[in-house]
């Protein structure tokens, strides 16, 4: 909650998290916010990987689960467990993510964000005009939607 502290202030950070585990129940997500706060370039770099093994959306999910519900995030040694669990080969993932490959690609693609003003996720261009920061509920989208048109 420090993070969360330092980003939206100390008011607002238990209110946001609050607001989250309920919309988390409401899906079936059982967020918890106590875990540690790691650098995100490997999990990146396995998303990247799992991208190219038609693994995408499996290895999302899968470290959604891992960092949000289990207070799991980026150690070598998890990553490759929660690759294993999506099917991908654990010897191959240990042996990419035990080297660089595809980290200036990921490291690029951040500073371009970080150009674009994206500070946080989940961070939405809509129609290439419209940029929005944050868990939005349907009508919100909707009405943004409706203004793109």
């Known amino acids: 909650m420090v993070m969360y502290g330092r980003k939206f202030g100390q008011d607002r950070a238990p209110l946001i998290r609050d607001r989250m585990i309920q919309v988390g129940k409401e899906e079936g997500i059982n967020f ?3 875990g540690n706060i790691v650098n995100t370039l490997n999990s990146h ?6 991208t190219k093994h038609g693994k995408q959306d499996e290895m999302v999910n899968q470290l959604f689960k891992d960092y949000f519900e289990e207070n799991k ?3 070598i040694d998890t990553l490759i467990d929660s690759a294993a669990k999506v099917g991908l080969d654990r010897e191959k993932v240990a042996q990419f993510l035990k ?6 690609e990921i490291k690029a693609e951040i500073n371009k964000a970080k150009t674009q003003g994206v500070q946080g996720v989940p961070f939405f261009t809509i129609n290439g005009s419209y ?3 944050g868990a939005q509920d349907p009508q919100t ?3 943004l939607f409706n203004k793109a048109a």
């Open 32 to 34: 918890a916010y106590d």
């Open 45 to 50: 770099r396995l998303i990247a990987y799992a």
């Open 73 to 75: 995030c980026g150690e």
């Open 99 to 104: 080297s660089d490959e595809g980290a200036q």
């Open 131 to 133: 940029n929005y920061s």
């Open 141 to 143: 989208f909707e009405a």
